[in-house]
């Protein structure tokens, strides 16, 4: 990841995204992501053989991905990055 401001030049510093009142979210260290990215897969039918069919042919599921970030210390510009997929 780039350690200089896409907008401005200036140095950045890494975090996580994080959210006060979280469920859970107290037991986790202060340095891990706490939110999660999610790209859909391919919502489940209701009726139950079509469903055991999808399951069968192995269809995309939810991909989940923590984010992190980095901040500007100069002008205050964010980016965020999805690359890590959680383990659930």
Not at 40 to 46: L, V
Not at 52 to 65: F, I, K, S, T
Not at 83 to 88: A, D, F, Q, V, Y
């Amino acid at each position: 990841m780039e350690t200089t401001c896409s907008k401005c030049g200036g140095p950045t510093v890494a975090g996580v995204a994080t959210a006060h009142g979280l469920i859970g979210g107290a037991d986790a260290p202060a340095s891990q992501p706490r939110l999660v990215f999610v790209v859909p897969g391919i919502p489940t039918s209701a009726n139950p053989v079509k469903a055991l069919g999808q399951g069968l042919a192995d269809e995309r599921p939810d991909h989940g991905y923590l984010i992190r970030g980095r901040r500007c210390t100069r002008c205050g510009f964010l980016e965020l990055y999805a690359t890590e997929r959680t383990s659930g």
